[in-house]
């Protein structure tokens, strides 16, 4: 019997079923879109029909269309295809050409009636055609006709002064042409505003009127110059209030071009003026064109006003900075100019836009720079100078400082040079000291700059301005939303900077300039390297010892003490003197300073110092390279005592590094002799022996010493023509093997090559040399015996030594043997058979490469599992 709920439990469980229902209903209708959205290709955001109001509504101007369907969008008139404007632009050519034929071929042909009408028929038509067509809509043949009728206007002005007016000047009347068709295309520019071509054509025939009319008169080349600027400065009107962007392109470049032009006249009759009186008259144009830069600098946008507060800093500097340097000699211009470009640093209060003054002040670090850039080459030849003593050591003391340096520079065409150095070093110190000022002077051109902002999804979103005590201008430290600008201490520090090394670079020039005494010169540069090394000690030690004062202050001690150590080599004494001096001086900044780095510096080049000491002893005492060898390994010696006694301090290995390439000079000094070379090799032995004490330089030095005796012994073998070598080696090889074995019974883990390598290698090398050289038989017969029963010794122990050392000089004994009998086959042999073996051998390798592969592995295991 079948149970049927009560109506009340019966209308319960339906509802709840229909809200299950409606629940999964949901959850699937939230799929679909999803899925939906996967499949659709995306829309941009932007689009133009897009509206998610309005899904379904037809599309506005079309009443009663049906819907379209979500997310469309309406496809926007297509632009004009290619192919129409390659055409039209063909067309228009075709035309131009065929005018340009008919004016030059066939107007001679017809009467002056003919002529005329011909020519006012055809640029008549092409003028109105333009105009049709326009209301038509077809914008692109317009624009072609257009460009016919600008060559039909240009054909009618030839025609006109060919055949009406022959006689008059070329010049004169190419200006007033000029000057028509610019007014005349302006005109007709303007009353069809749809075509993009007659007003930059306007502005192209307006560059010349001006500048045609003054060659015309005849005119001198300042006429000639603001003929060129009243063009320049309406080209700017017309790039700050022109209509349309081609206009203002056009404008630009063609105001860019005729202002460039003026300036250079001006400039070059400033600069070629025989007084100040005649610098005047040019320096008023180039005032003029700075004040139209810097007026159009003021309206104009961001970029182009800085361009423009360039242009008026340098033509104003040019201006005022030419009359008094018409009266100075050729030397002292560059002062005259550079004080003109220091000055325009008035401009940061002078309530100038704030583009405009940072372009202004950016023509002031232009002059400076290009001022340093004329005076530090002589600065390069007083640092560089001193290396032409190196061909002629201790020949005596020269007179003066320049004769020392050799360079042929006019000095007294540069004697300004120290002046320019000392003015800029002036105005860096003056901001590193007073660098609070600077910053509070130069305020107004650190207002934040609007920088795109981030959205959610990092993306650059709407231009935003940063708040205040976001971040700090572009002369502080830069905070979040400012664009990335150097930070004020490092700004501070490039200041001080410049200031340290310019300053010495002007002291260094005006001992040159005033052809100090010889002894004065080398007395001062060494006092001036004093001084950088306490600057470089001062400000390391203050916790400072990466900014930039002091890591210049390094760098000019390291450079000022190569080129006064060079300077003084013309003489003995003053060599000794000053390599002392640096050695000492170096050597207490070592001790003084506290970070590791300049620690490290200070310590090598003192080193480096006290070894070209000990060379100058050896010069002294008449002694022969080779001779002077040994001594030379005193300052290594010297540094291998102070790495004991500095352990594990950073500085110890530079120092013994440095040590290391001063004996590696002591060897070289003595590869001549022979007997001496032996001696070094086996002095140096002893110092890295002495070095292979110390724990941590063990592993190294440990080895290196036994390679410099054993190569003192095979060297010292040489020199005294040892045909037995074998007489002196055997000594020493039995005793370290017995040693050798020892260590292996008692260290059964210790290396074969620690063991027994040296002990081997003292005798198997040398005595394959000489079996390499020995014409009998018996010499290679006994070697090649004796390797071949250490190698089976190795194979049979398991040590590396044995079996690497024996089976190498094995292979190279029987070589020898085997070569000449080698060489007859060879030559007995067909021509083509050695490249068909090797051939045939490369085949074999490559068909079974993973099998040798393998094979080369395993061997590669077994050794390296022997000891």
């Not at 209903?25 to 499949?39: E, G, I, N, P």
Request: hydrophobic share 55%; with cysteine; charged share 10%.
């Amino acid at each position: 019997m079948e149970h049927v709920p009560p109506p009340a439990e019966e209308l319960a469980r339906l509802d709840r079923e229909l809200a299950e229902l409606d629940a999964r209903r949901a959850q699937l209708l939230t799929r679909r879109a999803w899925l939906l959205a996967a499949l659709r290709p995306p829309v941009p955001t932007a689009a133009p029909g897009w509206n998610p109001s309005a899904w379904g509504a037809p599309p506005p101007g079309r009443p009663g269309a049906p819907a379209q369907p979500w997310g469309y969008v309406p496809k926007q008139p297509s632009a004009p295809r290619s192919a129409q404007n390659v055409l039209l632009t063909l067309g228009g050519l075709l035309l131009a050409v065929a005018a340009v034929a008919f004016t030059l071929v066939s107007w001679g042909s017809m009467g002056i009636g003919g002529r005329s009408a011909v020519l006012a028929a055809v640029t008549l038509g092409a003028l109105i055609a333009p105009a049709v067509l326009l209301r038509r809509g077809l914008a692109a043949t317009a624009e072609a006709l257009a460009a016919l009728a600008l060559v039909l206007t240009l054909l009618d002005v030839y025609a006109v002064h060919a055949v009406a007016a022959p006689d008059t000047d070329g010049l004169g009347f190419t200006a007033v042409a000029s000057a028509v068709l610019a007014a005349l295309w302006t005109a007709y520019g303007l009353a069809l505003g749809k075509l993009r071509l007659p007003l930059p054509a306007a502005v192209v025939l307006a560059q010349w009127p001006l500048l045609f009319w003054a060659w015309a008169a005849g005119a001198p080349a300042l006429v000639v110059g603001w003929a060129l600027l009243a063009t320049a400065m309406l080209d700017g009107a017309i790039a700050l209030w022109g209509k349309g962007t081609g206009v203002r392109v056009m404008a630009c470049v063609g105001g860019s071009a005729m202002g460039f032009s003026a300036l250079m006249v001006g400039l070059a009759l400033s600069t070629t003026a025989s007084g100040p009186l005649g610098a005047v008259v040019p320096g008023a144009l180039l005032l003029a064109a700075a004040a139209a830069a810097l007026a159009g600098a003021w309206r104009a946008p961001q970029g182009f006003a800085r361009t423009g507060g360039v242009v008026a800093g340098l033509a104003a500097v040019a201006a005022v900075g030419g009359v008094p340097a018409a009266a100075l000699s050729d030397g002292w211009r560059v002062p005259a100019y550079l004080l003109c470009g220091l000055a325009l640093a008035g401009a940061v209060r002078a309530g100038l836009p704030r583009d405009a003054a940072r372009g202004v002040l950016a023509a002031s670090g232009a002059v400076v720079a290009g001022a340093l850039v004329w005076a530090l080459p002589s600065l390069a030849a007083v640092l560089l100078g001193p290396v032409t003593l190196l061909s002629d050591v201790w020949a005596g003391s020269p007179e003066g400082f320049r004769s020392a340096l050799g360079s042929t520079l006019p000095w007294s065409e540069l004697a300004a040079a120290p002046v320019v150095l000392a003015l800029v070093a002036g105005l860096l110190g003056s901001a590193y000291r007073w660098w609070p000022s600077v910053v509070r002077i130069a305020a107004p051109l650190g207002a934040r700059e609007e920088t795109p902002k981030p959205d959610a999804a990092g993306t650059p979103g709407a231009a935003w301005t940063a708040p205040p005590g976001a971040g700090a201008p572009w002369y502080g430290v830069g905070g979040a939303g400012a664009r990335r600008r150097p930070s004020g201490a490092a700004l501070r520090g490039a200041a001080g900077a410049g200031a340290l090394a310019l300053g010495w670079g002007a002291l260094l020039l005006a001992g040159v300039v005033l052809d100090v005494p010889y002894a004065v010169a080398v007395a001062g540069e060494t006092a001036l390297v004093g001084g950088l090394l306490a600057l470089a000690v001062r400000g390391a030690g203050s916790g400072r010892g990466a900014s930039a004062v002091p890591v210049t202050a390094l760098v000019g001690a390291v450079s000022g003490a190569v080129s006064v150590g060079l300077l003084s080599l013309a003489s003995e004494g003053a060599a000794y003197a000053v390599f002392g001096a640096l050695a000492v001086l170096f050597a207490g900044a070592a001790v003084r300073v506290g970070a590791e780095v300049p620690r490290a510096v200070f310590a090598v080049a003192s080193v480096v110092w006290g070894t070209v000491l000990t060379g100058f002893a050896g010069r002294s005492l008449d002694l022969d390279p080779h001779e002077a060898a040994p001594l030379v390994l005193l300052v290594p010696a010297l540094t291998v005592l102070l790495g004991a006694r500095l352990r594990r301090n950073p500085v110890a290995l530079p120092v013994e590094l440095t040590g290391a390439l001063g004996a590696l000079v002591a060897v070289g000094l003595a590869v001549s002799d022979a007997p001496f070379l032996a001696l070094v090799l086996a002095l140096c032995g002893v110092l890295a022996a002495g070095a292979a004490v110390r724990p941590e330089r063990r592993p190294v030095a440990g080895y290196l010493a036994a390679a410099l005796f054993v190569l003192a012994t095979w060297v010292r073998l040489a020199a005294s023509e040892v045909s037995f070598p074998e007489a002196y080696t055997l000594p020493v090889t039995v005793p370290a093997l017995v040693v050798g074995a020892a260590r292996r019974r008692r260290d059964p883990e210790a290396s074969s090559w620690t063991a027994y390598g040296p002990g081997l290698a003292a005798t198997l090398l040398p005595s394959l040399a000489v079996a390499w050289t020995d014409t009998d038989w018996l010499r290679p017969l006994l070697l090649g015996v004796a390797t071949l029963v250490i190698t089976l010794l190795g194979a049979r122990y398991r040590l590396q030594a044995l079996l690497v050392l024996g089976g190498a000089v094995l292979a190279l004994d029987g070589l020898h043997e085997l070569a000449p009998y080698v060489a007859q086959v060879a030559g007995a042999l067909p021509r083509w058979l050695p490249p068909a073996l090797a051939g045939l051998l490369l085949l074999v390798v490559g068909a079974t490469y993973e099998q040798r592969l393998r094979d080369a592995r395993r061997l590669k295991d077994a050794l390296g599992r022997m000891r």
